[in-house]
């Protein structure tokens, strides 16, 4: 019997090569290349008056200087305007971008006002200190309740600092729960925070201007993406640019935005200066030049029955979407639609306003916008629940969407521009897995009796719906060589996932050889052009099936040629351990075909290039000479391109569950018990799943108990360092209990969703909701640190105190 490869928990191929060093990363490229440093405005709001080089002038090295004027006298006018807006959206009705280095006024802490060409790093840091820029200073516009007020204006020509105003709403929200028997109303609050990927974002260009062509390798989630916007900014043919993606240590969606300045300056200085050049991004220039994610105020009001039935919801929010909208309002569209998580809403109204501040921008990390969305639905869940005295996981599960309800349209607008419609799920079955992995029936026993020692210790259950695979397309290429190796490529890069082993398990699986044997090239635009991009989970359900179906293309064309050589019919063929042979034969009465030789019979060769091709040329004695080498309908090779375009967004779901203690004195909190159940359809490799979970978790928590960009009143911002921005270490990451359910897509070939932000999602909520459980009073911000902890002690006794 053949070795499976789908659903089998393989080892990943590429771990050795990453983990010992052997990664070939940004960085690892370009020796001798110019090197490139930034003068980035160390203003948060401020009009550039001057900009003196003279004292870097005599830096020896240097090689050049240049500012937004040098872009403005470009031949090509391209390269100074704004940078794309990627995304537009009707309701962005200010979008505002920013150009590659600042045009006369800088926006916020970090924007990249000089660009330093020199011999190397050193040389080019060491001129951009001698640069004096004067600046105006100007009102800084810091935080959301600042931006609501619009004393200030971050853009002169946007008075209200609303860049964005949506409304989506199913029924009539506000009727439902003025005549609701109970109501509440929640003020709650998620500070911003960043993905901090280990390597930061980098360029390195090559122009040949013999043969005008650029090539540019970049640190990037979007390789292909990238390679149209050069040619564009760059006026260039497409097919004179190539953008390739080498590893990439990490991206978390902040390499998704393309192009990133650094990403047309690179490549134009090297064409400018007919020379190599090559930037990588230092820690803290991705704290305050990278883009940042998370910060929204919310406000919930919803009315439930008395079994707790939510009968009407109305979420007002404000997102704070930084200084600039590159990337649209993806962000909150995705917190306004998949906050709904599993539940059926009865009628539902949401509108947001998308704020401009003079703070770093934001665009979609890991989870982008659904951690907002959960912790909104999960605190309102444990609000009712509290009201009514009833178990939190009760109401839960009173309000779920029902299996037999799928797919469930929730008559929205998702975030791919199509119907918020879920196409599979078993919530209740998840649920009963959550409580019996994590013991919640029994856990009232547990709190007593750590109450009569003194102990605080609570539970919490958060659960979310996660969209994943979005749109539009993504490609694959598969061809069988004449030694009978398989080689996939694909345009849609990675960053640690795991692709290569996941694609090859999929084409082994689907073309019957050994996942040995088959090699996987991603993010290359030299060997595919056309791709997306990786985020949003959809690299399994987008490539994944783009394998599948070119895979299965090739397979049949196998079948054929081995067909006419054997002459059986294809129907009666099968393919096994890379042999093609007759069904229900036994190996030992029918040797068959093996793969490589039916790839020599695809390509009538008129040249023997080696023995196999021998088999091929025109006295071998293979052809049928009734027929012309090739048909019409036909070409060489044993090889094929193929597309997956799915009709709307597939929807994994999951369920977590957390034991904490917090310390009475210290308040600190300790995680004790993590759980979590997961359904992202069928799965292609449960280990890697399972790694995903993981890394997603540790990020949760880092987001839900550590991490947060603060600023301070003139938008400075304070931690931009590891000292002071704190990351979970793996000391404060928990064993993680995983169970997994499976509802297969009916959307794809594959029946797969996507696994890669779940961990991430519902962290803020779940925290927020043990906490609450272990203290007796309602946590409504996130993150919580000990002494934020410990404040709010003081701030319920107080309260306690005047009842």
């Known amino acids: 019997m053949a070795t499976r490869a789908f659903g089998v928990p393989m080892t990943r191929r590429e771990d050795p090569r990453l983990v010992s060093g052997n990664g070939r990363y940004l960085d690892d490229l370009g020796e001798g290349a110019l090197a490139v440093a930034f003068v980035r405005s160390p203003h948060a709001h401020a009009r550039i008056l001057d900009v003196d080089v003279t004292d870097a002038l005599e830096v020896e090295g240097l090689v050049a200087i240049y500012t937004y004027e040098d872009l403005a006298d470009d031949p090509n006018p391209r390269v100074s305007e704004p940078l794309p807006l990627l995304i537009p959206h009707p309701a962005l009705h200010a979008p505002r971008v920013n150009t590659p280095l600042a045009d006369g006024i800088v926006r916020h802490v970090g924007e990249a006002v000089v660009m330093v060409v020199a011999a190397d790093r050193y040389v080019a840091e060491d001129a951009c200190d001698r640069i004096r820029v004067e600046y105006e200073a100007l009102p800084a516009v810091v935080g959301l309740p600042a931006a609501r007020e619009a004393a200030h204006r971050v853009h002169a020509d946007v008075p209200d600092n609303v860049s964005a105003h949506l ?36 360029v390195y260009a090559r122009w040949d201007a013999g043969d005008r062509s650029l090539r540019v390798y970049t640190s990037t989630q979007a390789s292909t993406s990238v390679r149209f916007a050069l040619a564009a900014k760059l ?34 200085a090297a064409i400018k200066l007919g020379r190599e050049v090559k930037w990588v991004e230092d820690r803290r220039e991705h704290f ?66 998308s704020m401009y501040t003079n703070t770093v921008t934001v665009t979609p990390y890991r989870g ?51 119907p918020l419609i879920y196409d599979s799920g078993d919530y209740p079955t998840s649920l009963e897995k959550i409580k019996a992995l994590v013991g919640w029936d029994e856990f009232e026993a547990i709190r007593d009796a750590a109450r009569a020692e003194g102990r605080k210790v609570g539970i919490g259950l958060a659960c979310y719906v996660e969209g994943t695979g979005p749109g539009p397309y993504e490609g694959a290429f598969v061809r069988v060589e004449t030694t009978g190796k398989v080689v996939v490529a694909t345009g849609l890069t990675t960053q640690g996932q795991g692709h290569e082993t996941v694609f090859a398990q999929i084409a082994a699986e689907e073309l019957g050889v050994p996942v040995d044997d088959v090699s996987v090239t991603t993010g290359d635009t030299r060997r595919f052009k056309y791709a997306v991009g990786t985020f949003a989970s959809r690299a399994a359900v987008m490539s994944g099936n783009a394998v599948a179906l070119t895979a299965r293309k090739v397979r049949a064309k196998a079948l054929r040629i081995a067909g006419e050589a054997l002459e059986v019919d294809p129907k009666d063929l099968e393919i096994v351990d890379g042999v093609v042979r007759v069904k229900g034969m036994p190996p030992e009465a029918h040797e068959g075909i093996p793969l490589r030789t039916v790839a020599v019979l695809s390509n009538p060769l008129r040249y023997a ?62 995680i004790l018990r993590y759980c979590v159940v997961h ?46 921005f704190l990351i979970p270490y793996a000391s404060e990451v928990p064993t993680i209990e995983t169970d997994h359910l499976e509802t297969p897509s009916p959307l794809n070939p594959l029946g797969v969703k996507g696994a890669g932000e ?39 006794a107080l309260l306690e105190g005047t009842k």
């Open 758 to 796: 779940a961990g991430v999602i519902p962290s803020a909520a779940l925290f927020a909701s043990a906490i609450s459980d272990a203290e007796g009073f309602f946590v409504t911000r996130m993150p919580i640190s000990p002494s934020e902890l410990w404040a709010l002690r003081e701030q319920n």
């Open 167 to 202: 409304v989506q709403e199913v029924g009539d929200a506000p009727a439902a729960i003025a005549a609701a028997p109970h109501t509440l109303s929640l003020d709650l609050d998620i500070e911003r925070s960043a993905s901090m990927p280990m390597e930061g974002k980098g």
């Open 679 to 724: 359904d992202c359809g069928t799965l292609i490799n449960p280990r890697i799943v399972e790694g995903q979970i993981h890394g997603g978790v540790a990020q949760g928590v880092g987001g839900a108990l550590y991490e947060r960009i603060v600023y301070d009143e003139n938008g400075q911002p304070l931690n931009a360092s590891y000292m002071d």
């Open 288 to 353: 305050i030049s990278s883009t940042h994610e998370r910060g929204q105020l919310q406000k919930v009001t919803v009315g439930f029955d008395d079994e707790g039935h939510v009968l009407g919801l109305d979420v007002e929010f404000w997102h704070d979407n930084g200084a600039y909208t590159p990337y649209g309002i993806i962000v909150p569209i995705v917190t306004s639609t998949q906050l709904l998580g599993p539940y059926k809403p009865g009628a539902y109204r949401v509108e947001f306003r």
């Open 235 to 268: 006026d260039l043919p497409v097919d004179r640019v190539e953008v390739i993606a080498p590893d990439v240590g990490g991206g978390f969606g902040v390499k998704i935005v393309h192009p990133w300045p650094e990403e047309v300056l690179i490549p134009w």
């Open 609 to 670: 290039f080696d023995e196999e091709a021998k088999r091929a040329t025109q006295f071998a004695g293979t052809a049928d000479l009734t027929k012309p080498p090739i048909d019409e309908d036909d070409e060489p090779g044993l090889e094929a391109v193929d597309y997956y375009s799915p009709i709307r967004s597939t929807f994994a779901s999951g369920m977590h569950a957390a034991v904490v203690e917090t310390d009475p004195e210290t308040a600190e909190i300790k």
């Open 368 to 418: 982008a916008g659904r951690p907002q969305g959960v912790f909104a639905m999960e605190r309102t869940m444990d609000a009712i629940a509290d009201r009514l005295g009833l178990d939190r996981a009760e109401v839960r599960r009173r309000n779920f969407i029902q299996p037999e309800d799928m797919p469930y349209d929730h008559h929205l607008t998702f975030q791919d521009g199509r």
